[in-house]
Every structure is written in structure tokens, then in C-alpha cells.
């Protein structure tokens, strides 16, 4: 009878292993920041991704590692870092190779952040390395500050940021105004979502996020994590 028994669990575990892969993304909290003054905003962001593909066997045995708090390895991983200029005439876009960004401050016209090697300034299309002569000219890193602020030499910061639902944070909302009827609206926590509010056109959603694992389908996928 036991026989019978070890027979059959490992009949069935071995049929569950060949049904076709679950497909799961994890779309992982995200974290920027935004800054603005009379005519334009800055939004730094970042976000990033896990996918996971499963057989209905492994899912059960992530479940329970879930329950005991291990971690399952995800089979993929994405991420993308982006700064978007906004105006009254759009939105730009343009990704950036600087992944470890931090304690992103204006400085008069210039826009700085701590990087890995030392401070980094955004030179309209990507941050750049400065040098210690320009480090120097700037205050030096006691300059970049990780606080919100309202209207500093006309500048204004607030840090913008989703969270998981079991993480209990208040949610958050804010606006900031441009010119010429043009306001961006930040609402957050989980789904977060900024929206460009223009006079004389539709209200466009420049970002969301929402924090959490979904099931997706074989072709999302592959889409999400550019699979041939």
C-alpha cells in the first residue's frame, strides 16, 4: 500500500512538472523624484521588474516557501532608469545608464545627484561624471540633499515613490504647477500615478506604477522581458 502510494505522488509530481510554464511578473516597488519650477518639471525614476515561469508543481513549492519566507529565484530580471523633462508643449523621455543615483538636487540652473563616482550632473540627456574643479564650484556633495523643499531659488522637490499594500504607509497626493494652465498631479501609494494636466488637451498619464505579482500570459511575457 505505501509502495502504491510513493508510486502514484511521484506519478502525479512528475505529470504537474510537464504541464505547461505559469507565467508570473513582479513589478517591484519604485522609487524617483520630482522637481519643478515656474515652466518645467524634472521626474527621475526608476523601475524594475521579475519575472518568474513555473511549472504547476514548482508554483505549489513556491507558495510554501512563500508561506515560510524563502526567497524563489526569479527566471528574469529588468530594470529601467529614466529622467522625463515636462512642459506645457509635452513630455521627453530619455533613459539613463546611471543606475545608482541619489540625493538628486537643483543647484541654481543645474540639476546634480550623488553617483558612484563622486556627483553627477544631468546635462540634458543623461548624467554626466563632473569634476572635483566643479565639484568644488557647487559646495562640494553637502549641497545634494535627499529632503523635500518648496521654492529654492524657484525650485521645488518632493520624492515620489509606490509601496506594497503590507507595508501600511498613508497615501499621498500633491500637485505641481507649471504655467500656462499646466499641472502635473501626483497620487500614490499602490497603484502610484502622475498625471499631465494641459489646458486645451486630454489628461495623459506620464507614469504609473503599481506594486505586486500578477499572472500574466505567455506573450506579456516574452513582451516584458523581450524574450525572441
Not at 557647487?138 to 506594497?164: K, Q, Y
Request: net charge neutral.
Amino acid at each position: 500500500m505505501k509502495r502504491s502510494l510513493v508510486i502514484a505522488v511521484v506519478l502525479i509530481a512528475s505529470a504537474l512538472m510537464f504541464f505547461p510554464k505559469l507565467d508570473f511578473v513582479r513589478y517591484e516597488p519604485s522609487h524617483g523624484v520630482l522637481l519643478w519650477r515656474d515652466g518645467e518639471a524634472y521626474l527621475l525614476i526608476g523601475d524594475a521588474t521579475a519575472g518568474f515561469r513555473l511549472s504547476v508543481l514548482e508554483y505549489i513549492l513556491a507558495l510554501v516557501k512563500e508561506y515560510f519566507h524563502a526567497v524563489q529565484l526569479p527566471n528574469d530580471k529588468t530594470s529601467s532608469f529614466a529622467m522625463m523633462k515636462i512642459t506645457p508643449s509635452g513630455v521627453e523621455r530619455y533613459e539613463d545608464k546611471m543606475t545608482k543615483l541619489s540625493r538628486v538636487t537643483p543647484v541654481s540652473e543645474e540639476i546634480y545627484a550623488g553617483c558612484l563616482q563622486g556627483i553627477c550632473k544631468w546635462t540634458g540627456t543623461q548624467f554626466e561624471t563632473i569634476s572635483k574643479d566643479e565639484e568644488k564650484g557647487i559646495g562640494g556633495e553637502t549641497r545634494l540633499t535627499d529632503e523635500d523643499f518648496s521654492n529654492i531659488d524657484g525650485w521645488s522637490r518632493r520624492r515620489v515613490w509606490s509601496s506594497l499594500k503590507e507595508q501600511q504607509i498613508q497615501p499621498y497626493n500633491f500637485s505641481a504647477d507649471l504655467k500656462d494652465g499646466t499641472t502635473l498631479v501626483v497620487s500614490g501609494y499602490n497603484p502610484v500615478f502622475i498625471d499631465l494636466l494641459r489646458s486645451g488637451h486630454s489628461s495623459e498619464r506620464i507614469w504609473y506604477n503599481k506594486a505586486g505579482t500578477r499572472m500574466v500570459s505567455p506573450s506579456e511575457y516574452q513582451r516584458t522581458f523581450r524574450h525572441p
